[in-house]
């Protein structure tokens, strides 16, 4: 059974950095891509970042662009968000999401198992 | 990045009901296009992927139409443990953008 346990979620001061990591099982990790959605209180979901099974390819969504990073240690069945600057905004349940294969770049690739969430809160 | 409305926003159904939710892309997507069932305080579910393949385990008064720009998520029969908010999410872009979402509730 696939199973992905977020942690890390913590309250953080504006402007300090926090990583967040999702421990994976029940599947091999390294054959397929990861990634992060958000959602903040009361609203919707809204995809951060994903990762290829090999860390060759990394995108981020335009709202976190330049204060985030996506990471993965395949060796360790883990995936990671590290973030920098954090903004008020930035508070939410921070979800990790395996894909349904490995290839970032492969169109129609959905998110076929999720987490249950680490929460984020930022402020002061 | 492509858009993705979602309409309507809420929509109040009883059980028995035929339920259809619509999402629009704001350029073509092909078929490339899932939709995921979320129940408060749950993690998103996959329900269809590649606009109308039922993902394993779904029951099949889900269904899902449409290719280009707009696409349609139907229910058959509602059934009590169907009420939760529903999303389209695009993949055709790398920027894999959801719609905002719509929230079926009771009558």
């Known amino acids: 059974e696939v199973q992905l346990v977020e942690s890390g979620g913590d309250l953080a001061q504006p402007g300090r950095s926090l990583r967040v990591s999702c421990a994976a099982s029940g599947f091999t990790f390294d054959d397929y891509a990861m990634h992060w959605v958000r959602q903040r209180p009361g609203k919707g979901l809204e995809w951060i970042s994903g990762?290829?099974?090999?860390?060759?390819?990394?995108h981020y969504a335009e709202s976190v662009k330049g204060r985030i990073t996506i990471s993965r240690d395949n060796a360790k069945n883990s995936l990671y968000l590290h973030m920098n600057s954090l903004r008020p905004e930035d508070t939410a349940l921070y979800y990790c999401?395996?894909?349904?294969?490995?290839?970032?770049?492969?169109?129609?690739?959905?998110?076929?198992?999720w987490g249950q969430g680490t929460p984020v809160t930022v402020s002061s | 990045d492509i858009q993705l409305t979602q309409s309507p926003s809420f929509l109040s159904a009883s059980v028995g009901d035929r339920v259809t939710i619509t999402c629009r892309a704001s350029q073509g997507i092909s078929s490339y296009l899932a939709w995921y069932q979320q129940k408060p305080g749950r993690a998103p579910k996959l329900l269809i992927y590649?606009?109308?393949t039922l993902q394993s385990g779904v029951p099949s008064r889900f269904s899902g139409s449409g290719s280009g720009t707009e696409f349609t998520l139907t229910i058959s029969s509602l059934q009590p443990e169907d009420f939760a908010t529903y999303y389209c999410?695009?993949?055709?872009?790398?920027?894999?953008?959801f719609g905002h979402g719509t929230k079926v509730e009771i009558k």
């Open positions: 999410q695009q993949l055709d872009s790398y920027l894999r953008t």
């Open positions: 999401a395996k894909a349904s294969g490995g290839d970032l770049a492969a169109v129609g690739i959905p998110f076929d198992s």
């Open positions: 990762i290829s099974w090999n860390s060759g390819a990394r």
């Open positions: 590649a606009a109308s």
